[in-house]
């Protein structure tokens, strides 16, 4: 969808000229606070190739020629890249040529991308917005890989980093997304964000750099566009002639901040946190016993680890998942990126939801409560050899052994009441005992007077989440469950002084499997 070309070099007098010019500059002040930002925040190593985007507007020409005149005094070489996204005809053409003019003149490389924005986001089913930001940063790494860059330069400024903080609050963002553009964030760096919009245009003026405007940018279809035109200069003309500086320190402060917080949650975290396979639980007591700011983080840093980004989680999300731990079981609520919160025994879970796998789950549920139940559908069943064994794998693939023998009463049964070895009255039992898990209609007896409990409902109350009940045990005498291993028997069935022949089962050959009482 994209190709490449290489603009041309042409070293000439003119080229000479232009770098003379550009190292007389009347305004010195602004390259040396570039300078200054970049060694406080250690942006470049010498001998390193920095790829520099340049659209041809005045940010990233005033970069561009910034870093054209610090490189020899950083040790560094310049490569510059420019995406033309084909959708604004004669005017897009022509940045390129002014783009490809300028880096003539300056003996820089020079790596044009072109493409077809429009048709790129429709088949990415992306905003225009979005494809655009994902197609530069694709020209910009595939820049890096082909030169061997080890940094990449952009041209945001203070007003950028005052147009992000104010556009993630009107959207409900947490602390994250108040602390700004980073200065340096991987091998991506900013060294403009020291400078104000305002700052950038007077050097260019007072410099003659020419450069151009694109349009797209003074019309508001866009948020950013908004913010940018219409709430900034007002603030601006206004309140303070300083506003999106101010904001733009703030933006720092609370950065400072967000360091120092990022810290106290990993440690939250960890003890709060735990994986299950795709999953993450975070675990109600400890979750709740942290402080209000700590619970919000870690709410957010599971969202954005289990989704596997972070744009578009905001604050409303993180109260939403905050609310379900005063919810009951089985409540769930819906997230961006297809991911799922749900409310279970020991706190709230959050996953990823698969179509197929929901569909799946779907049927199944429906099967089990016999909308749909056919015989040949019922969950696989083993009948028990008795005396013998026999085997049962479960729906996830564990292999069990269930070994039955008959007891004289001279054996002293009693002696073997572990929990993987259970002693039944055989002459009580009503069907051919069968090893196999869950259906509708199980129930089990749970008192002396006989009567009887759903099986759905005992696992409610013993808060077995929906998840692991399907991989539950049973040995069942027709919808009876006489013991549901790892957990409790049913007290019909258990031996007593009227009891002549002992039936006993044995799981695993002496795999432990919990508390049956």
């Not at 053409?93 to 783009?99: G, L, M, P």
């Not at 349009?215 to 508001?220: A, G, K, P, S």
């Not at 007896?445 to 692991?468: C, F, M």
């Not at 799981?507 to 919990?514: A, L, V, Y």
């Amino acid at each position: 969808m994209c190709r490449r070309t290489k603009g041309k070099r042409n070293v000439d007098m003119a080229e000479k000229e232009q770098k003379t010019r550009a190292y007389q500059y009347k305004n010195k002040e602004i390259p040396a606070r570039v300078r200054a930002y970049i060694q406080e925040h250690r942006m470049f190593e010498r001998g390193e190739t920095v790829i520099t985007g340049i659209s041809g507007g005045a940010d990233s020409v005033c970069l561009f020629f910034i870093l054209h005149y610090l490189q020899e005094e950083l040790g560094v070489k310049l490569v510059a890249v420019h995406v033309n996204h084909g959708i604004r005809g004669e005017d897009a053409d022509a940045d390129e040529r002014f783009v490809q003019n300028i880096c003539e003149t300056a003996g820089i490389p020079l790596e044009i991308v072109r493409c077809n924005l429009e048709l790129i986001a429709k088949k990415r089913k992306q905003s225009m917005e979005e494809a655009g930001r994902n197609i530069r940063r694709e020209a910009f790494e595939g820049a890096a890989q082909k030169y061997g860059a080890a940094k990449i330069a952009l041209a945001h400024h203070k007003n950028d980093n005052a147009e992000t903080l104010l556009m993630n609050l009107v959207r409900g963002t947490g602390l994250n997304g108040m602390t700004g553009i980073k200065p340096v964030r991987d091998r991506y760096v900013r060294p403009l964000l020291c400078l104000e919009r305002r700052e950038i245009e007077e050097f260019l003026e007072q410099n003659g750099i020419r450069y151009q405007t694109d349009q797209t940018n003074l019309t508001e279809d866009y948020t950013r566009n908004k913010i940018r035109n219409r709430v900034i200069p007002y603030m601006e003309n206004q309140i303070n002639p300083r506003a999106a500086a101010h904001l733009s320190e703030a933006a720092e402060q609370l950065r400072s901040v967000q360091e120092f917080l990022e810290k106290q949650l990993k440690v939250f975290k960890e003890n709060c946190v735990s994986r299950k396979g795709e999953k993450l639980l975070i675990r109600t007591e400890p979750f709740q016993s942290g402080d209000k700011i700590l619970r919000e983080m870690t709410v957010l840093s599971c969202m954005e680890e289990v989704a596997g980004q972070a744009k578009d989680l905001s604050a409303v999300h993180v109260a939403d998942v905050s609310t379900l731990f005063g919810k009951q079981c089985g409540r769930q609520i819906m997230l961006p990126y297809h991911m799922r919160a749900v409310r279970g025994y020991e706190g709230v879970t959050l996953e990823k939801v698969h179509a197929a796998r929901e569909k799946e789950e779907e049927v199944r549920q429906k099967k089990e409560k016999g909308r749909l139940l056919r015989e040949e559908e019922l969950p696989l069943e083993v009948k028990c050899r008795i005396p013998g064994t026999v085997f049962y794998r479960t729906p996830k693939g564990k292999k069990t052994a269930v070994t039955c023998r008959i007891v004289d009463l001279a054996e002293n049964p009693g002696n073997m009441q572990k929990s993987h070895t259970n002693c039944f009255d055989y002459d009580i039992i009503k069907h051919d005992l069968c090893v196999r898990t869950r259906r509708p209609g199980d129930y089990i007896v749970i008192d002396r007077e006989g009567r009887k409990q759903k099986l759905k409902s005992y696992l409610i109350n013993e808060k077995i989440p929906a998840s692991e009940r399907r991989e539950i045990l049973l040995i069942a005498d027709g919808s009876h469950i006489l013991w549901v291993v790892g957990h409790r028997l049913s007290f019909c069935g258990r031996p007593d002084e009227h009891t002549k022949r002992i039936l006993q089962i044995q799981i695993d050959g002496g795999e432990s499997h919990g508390r049956d009482n």
